[in-house]
C-alpha cells in the first residue's frame, strides 16, 4: 500500500469520495493514510469515520507548517500527498515528497483562486481540471493529468461546481492510481491520461451516473 496523505483546509469530499472507491479497489487502507489539516474542519471527521490517522497543525507561516507537515509525513511513513489546502506550502513538503495538487481549471488557463467562477465569466465553453506536481509556482508545476467537460449555456453556478467536483474525484483516483503503481495508460476524449484499473473505472461510473450523467468518460 502506498503512504498517502491528504492536506486539507475544509471537506475534503472529493479525497474521501475517491478514498472510498480507491479502497474497494485494493489500492489504499486506512492504516497507511493520514490526513492533516489546518484548522477544524469536516475533513477531520471524515477522517475519523474511516479510521484515518489525522493532526492538527497550528500554522504561523507557510514554512512552519510545511516544516512540522514534513515531519509527520516521516513520522507515518508517507511518501506521496494530495493538497485540499487553501494555502502555499513550503519546500519542506514539495522538495522532499512527491505532492501533487488538483486546480479546478484546464490549465495554464486561469491559475489561482476563483478559477471555476473565472472561467464562466470568461464564457468559456468548457471546465477542465488539472493534476500537477507542486513546486514554488502558484498552480504552474508540472501538468500531470487532465480533465475537461463541456458546459452548458444555460448551467447554474451550483451546476459548475457540482461539475467540478465530479473532476476533483476523479483525478484524485487517477492520482493514487499512478502513485500505487505502474498502470496502463488510457486516453479518452475528456481524460489523459485516464483510468486504467477496471474495478477504478466501474466505481467512478458508477459515481458519475448518480451525480453528474454524461459529463466524463470514465
Not at 58 to 73: I, L, M, V
Request: hydrophobic residues 45%; contains cysteine.
Amino acid at each position: 500500500m502506498i503512504g498517502l496523505c491528504a492536506v486539507c483546509s475544509a471537506g475534503g469530499s472529493a479525497f474521501f469520495t475517491a478514498f472510498d472507491m480507491a479502497r474497494e479497489a485494493g489500492l489504499v487502507d486506512p492504516g497507511s493514510t493520514l490526513v492533516l489539516t489546518d484548522r477544524p474542519c469536516d475533513a477531520e471527521a471524515r477522517a475519523v469515520e474511516r479510521d484515518i490517522a489525522h493532526r492538527r497543525i497550528d500554522w504561523t507561516t507557510r514554512d512552519a507548517f510545511s516544516t512540522q507537515a514534513a515531519e509527520e509525513f516521516r513520522r507515518h511513513d508517507i511518501t506521496f500527498g494530495l493538497l485540499y489546502f487553501l494555502r502555499l506550502i513550503g519546500p519542506e513538503l514539495y522538495e522532499g515528497f512527491e505532492i501533487q495538487n488538483i486546480h479546478p481549471s484546464l490549465l495554464p488557463a486561469f491559475p489561482g483562486f476563483g478559477a471555476v467562477r473565472a472561467a464562466r465569466g470568461a464564457n468559456a465553453r468548457f471546465l477542465g481540471a488539472t493534476l500537477h506536481n507542486v513546486d514554488g509556482s502558484i498552480d504552474a508545476g508540472p501538468i500531470v493529468a487532465q480533465v475537461v467537460s463541456p458546459l452548458p449555456n444555460d448551467a447554474s453556478p451550483e451546476t459548475d461546481n457540482k461539475l467540478s467536483y465530479v473532476q476533483k474525484v476523479y483525478l484524485t483516483l487517477v492520482a493514487i492510481e499512478r502513485a500505487a503503481g505502474p498502470c496502463v495508460p488510457r486516453v479518452t476524449a475528456s481524460a489523459n491520461p485516464a483510468l486504467a484499473a477496471q474495478a477504478l473505472r466501474a466505481a467512478f461510473a458508477g459515481f458519475l451516473a448518480d451525480n453528474a450523467p454524461g459529463a466524463m468518460q470514465p
